[in-house]
């Protein structure tokens, strides 16, 4: 699994989770959350960011509503969230599928080619259309 956060001012650095790592709300909080998206958020933004998820089990869980509430100034509470469509998540509709074009154009050679194919497609990724992509979110 993989988790990255983009917008207009910049993307996350990409960050794996080891496979067979389960995902909950304690996990997302204290190693995602925490420790990585959202410094790197705040780094790229300044500290002026809507902090906008999808609605994956872990997003949703009460402690990181909670968590997400308290420390981030501009969350997108849980009843404005869009519907599971990748029509409405930049991520989703833009950038997975520009990064699938590239990755799996060669067969993949083991879980390290993986990795360093994503890595090496996640730091050329054009700012251009992760913007692209921000600018059709509704307001």
């Known amino acids: 699994m ?4 983009v917008s207009k001012t910049g ?3 990409a960050h794996f989770i080891d496979k067979g790592t389960k995902v909950d709300g304690h996990y997302y909080r204290d190693n995602l959350l925490q420790n990585c998206l959202l410094p790197d958020i705040r780094e790229k933004s300044s500290g002026d960011f809507v902090f906008q998820q999808d609605g994956a089990p872990s997003h949703r869980a009460k402690l990181i509503i909670e968590f997400l509430q308290q420390n981030v100034p501009n969350f997108i509470e849980l009843s404005v969230w869009p519907p599971n469509s990748p029509d409405l998540n930049p991520i ?9 074009q590239v990755v799996y154009r060669v ?4 879980l390290y080619d993986l990795k360093d194919r994503v890595c090496n497609f996640w730091a050329s990724l054009d700012q251009q259309l992760i913007s692209k992509a921000v600018v059709q979110w509704r307001p």
Not at 92 to 100: E, P
Not at 107 to 110: A, C, L, R, W, Y
């Open 107 to 110: 067969p993949i050679v083991g």
């Open 2 to 5: 993989l988790s990255v956060a």
């Open 92 to 100: 989703d509709y833009a950038v997975w599928g520009a990064l699938q």
């Open 11 to 13: 993307k996350t650095e």
